[in-house]
């Protein structure tokens, strides 16, 4: 009996440490103005992805992440802050990318990241920079067409932790099993040895993955749409704001056009125009 | 936190029973695999004894990620499909028992050589010795250590997340990506871990006591 009061009590007062210790982190990240901040230090802490072709991806040549956000990012901070305005970038993953926004680590989140009901109430999100649509990857040769090839019970579908590409694809094929792994290179990684049937998220990601991979294509068109937009914390409206500003300027001088052309104009079987809208 | 145990308790009760199952699969395997490869340690074969070194020095000084994935991305790639759930529980079992064989090794050997050397001078082959004298000493001796080895076990069982095994800490992910209550979400998974190791800690303790 003793034992089992000692052991009841440690784990309250565990309870207790985790409660106080929750309570006085939260206060601190959305209490300051990150713009204010940004301004001060002339930088922006962006949260991109490090392991998407297209988006952002690691080039371990020089260990920089390049991709569409990461331009995007550096064009958007240029506007805000002025032309000396530094980007610096974290590397998030879609697991990561909304804790390390709410603690305050990064700034915003530009990591392809879909603007849904859900999300929108613990961030704030900037107008869509960019239209995708769900979609799946399989193997050249796979008898898969569609998502509906894929609505049967045993079936397993491969998705990363975090996207709402999970989500997603329950409503559409509810019967098959969905296997949630870390991010986007251990997923394919699984794909390719057979760990499940198809791949499936952003068009854009997996038509990245098609390029890098040729045995593998994008099938069944997009049964989603993804607007992407950039997220901020809660309680920076001004932030967002400037964010909206930036981008309406970016698109109106021309350089939005030239970023996606930079990135999506030559892919084939990817109608760069509509991901513009 | 209460929203997150009554949203989500089917997903960690089932987190809960497949890292339970799993760490009881690897504890088991690993016990006898690990406490065989500490035997081929001390036996007078040569070829054994290194076939045991190399074994535990290889998979002693891989971490257990990596072992996991080859189970789970490589040999399917070549030889037979494994599911997550199985990669993970190969993969823990095999890097367990390493740890496990040198810590019964250890014990052999603290086992005073006087024991071995008055069996055999008493008529008893080798591996009888083995089995009636110096085992049950030495597995008295290592009690505390493998209760530690068992404890990291269960913990350790978290590497299942990686390949999608749905254990506690996959529920855990999954909650706290769909929810954004990261902490809550991972305080609940501490707990439940607690749950298990805690009475697994005692009873190491227990059986200490009793034996000494």
């Given at each position: 009996m003793k034992k089992i009061i000692r052991y009841l009590g440690l784990l309250t007062s565990l309870c207790l440490l985790v409660m106080v210790l929750s309570s006085c982190g939260s206060k601190k990240a959305s209490d300051q103005s990150v713009l204010s901040r940004a301004k001060q230090t002339n930088t922006i802490v962006w949260g991109v992805k490090a392991d998407t072709k297209l988006f952002g991806l690691m080039d371990v040549k020089d260990s920089q992440i390049k991709g569409f956000d990461v331009d995007m990012a550096k064009a958007l901070t240029k506007q805000i802050l002025g032309p000396t305005g530094k980007a610096s970038f974290i590397q998030v993953s879609s697991q990561t990318r909304i804790p390390l926004l709410k603690n305050g680590n990064i700034d915003a989140v530009i990591a392809t990241m879909t603007i849904t009901p859900d999300r929108q109430k613990v961030v704030d999100f900037s107008n869509h920079y960019f239209n995708a649509g769900q979609s799946l990857l399989v193997k050249k040769g796979s008898p898969i067409k569609s998502v509906k090839d894929l609505n049967k019970s045993g079936t397993q579908v491969l998705a990363v932790t975090g996207a709402n590409s999970v989500a997603n694809f329950q409503k559409v094929a509810p019967k098959a099993k969905v296997l949630e792994l870390q991010d986007y290179a251990q997923a394919l990684q699984a794909l390719k040895s057979g760990q499940g049937k198809a791949l499936t998220t952003d068009n854009g990601i997996l038509l990245g993955m098609a390029v890098e991979n040729p045995g593998y294509k994008v099938v069944g068109g997009a049964f989603t749409k993804e607007p992407y937009g950039i997220a901020v914390n809660k309680g920076q409206k001004t932030f967002v704001k400037k964010i909206n500003q930036a981008l309406k300027q970016l698109r109106a001088n021309g350089e939005y056009d030239k970023i996606v052309k930079k990135w999506f104009?030559?892919?084939?079987?990817?109608?760069y125009k509509e991901a513009e809208k | 936190m209460i929203s997150i145990i009554t949203n989500h308790w089917q997903d960690l009760l089932y987190g809960l029973g497949q890292t339970l199952l799993c760490s009881i699969l690897a504890l088991f395997f690993s016990l006898i695999i690990g406490s065989f490869f500490a035997i081929f340690e001390v036996v007078p074969s040569k070829t054994l004894r290194i076939i045991a070194r190399v074994y535990i020095e290889i998979f002693r000084n891989i971490p257990l990620l990596v072992i996991t994935m080859f189970f789970y991305v490589v040999i399917p790639m070549f030889f037979v499909k494994v599911n997550g759930f199985t990669a993970g529980t190969i993969g823990l079992t095999i890097y367990t028992s390493a740890f496990i064989a040198e810590t019964v090794r250890s014990g052999i050997q603290s086992v005073d050589p006087g024991q071995m050397e008055g069996s055999r001078a008493n008529g008893m082959t080798f591996s009888q010795a083995m089995r009636y004298v110096v085992l049950p000493q030495a597995f008295r001796i290592v009690i505390p250590p493998l209760g530690n080895q068992f404890i990291n076990l269960v913990k350790n069982s978290s590497v299942l997340a990686f390949v999608a095994g749905f254990d506690l800490m996959y529920q855990g992910n999954t909650i706290a990506s769909t929810s954004f209550d990261t902490l809550n979400a991972y305080f609940v998974v501490g707990v439940l871990y607690l749950i298990i190791t805690m009475p697994l800690s005692y009873y190491m303790r227990y059986l200490e006591k009793r034996l000494n």
């Amino acid at each position: 009996m003793k034992k089992i009061i000692r052991y009841l009590g440690l784990l309250t007062s565990l309870c207790l440490l985790v409660m106080v210790l929750s309570s006085c982190g939260s206060k601190k990240a959305s209490d300051q103005s990150v713009l204010s901040r940004a301004k001060q230090t002339n930088t922006i802490v962006w949260g991109v992805k490090a392991d998407t072709k297209l988006f952002g991806l690691m080039d371990v040549k020089d260990s920089q992440i390049k991709g569409f956000d990461v331009d995007m990012a550096k064009a958007l901070t240029k506007q805000i802050l002025g032309p000396t305005g530094k980007a610096s970038f974290i590397q998030v993953s879609s697991q990561t990318r909304i804790p390390l926004l709410k603690n305050g680590n990064i700034d915003a989140v530009i990591a392809t990241m879909t603007i849904t009901p859900d999300r929108q109430k613990v961030v704030d999100f900037s107008n869509h920079y960019f239209n995708a649509g769900q979609s799946l990857l399989v193997k050249k040769g796979s008898p898969i067409k569609s998502v509906k090839d894929l609505n049967k019970s045993g079936t397993q579908v491969l998705a990363v932790t975090g996207a709402n590409s999970v989500a997603n694809f329950q409503k559409v094929a509810p019967k098959a099993k969905v296997l949630e792994l870390q991010d986007y290179a251990q997923a394919l990684q699984a794909l390719k040895s057979g760990q499940g049937k198809a791949l499936t998220t952003d068009n854009g990601i997996l038509l990245g993955m098609a390029v890098e991979n040729p045995g593998y294509k994008v099938v069944g068109g997009a049964f989603t749409k993804e607007p992407y937009g950039i997220a901020v914390n809660k309680g920076q409206k001004t932030f967002v704001k400037k964010i909206n500003q930036a981008l309406k300027q970016l698109r109106a001088n021309g350089e939005y056009d030239k970023i996606v052309k930079k990135w999506f104009g030559n892919i084939s079987g990817f109608d760069y125009k509509e991901a513009e809208k | 936190m209460i929203s997150i145990i009554t949203n989500h308790w089917q997903d960690l009760l089932y987190g809960l029973g497949q890292t339970l199952l799993c760490s009881i699969l690897a504890l088991f395997f690993s016990l006898i695999i690990g406490s065989f490869f500490a035997i081929f340690e001390v036996v007078p074969s040569k070829t054994l004894r290194i076939i045991a070194r190399v074994y535990i020095e290889i998979f002693r000084n891989i971490p257990l990620l990596v072992i996991t994935m080859f189970f789970y991305v490589v040999i399917p790639m070549f030889f037979v499909k494994v599911n997550g759930f199985t990669a993970g529980t190969i993969g823990l079992t095999i890097y367990t028992s390493a740890f496990i064989a040198e810590t019964v090794r250890s014990g052999i050997q603290s086992v005073d050589p006087g024991q071995m050397e008055g069996s055999r001078a008493n008529g008893m082959t080798f591996s009888q010795a083995m089995r009636y004298v110096v085992l049950p000493q030495a597995f008295r001796i290592v009690i505390p250590p493998l209760g530690n080895q068992f404890i990291n076990l269960v913990k350790n069982s978290s590497v299942l997340a990686f390949v999608a095994g749905f254990d506690l800490m996959y529920q855990g992910n999954t909650i706290a990506s769909t929810s954004f209550d990261t902490l809550n979400a991972y305080f609940v998974v501490g707990v439940l871990y607690l749950i298990i190791t805690m009475p697994l800690s005692y009873y190491m303790r227990y059986l200490e006591k009793r034996l000494n």
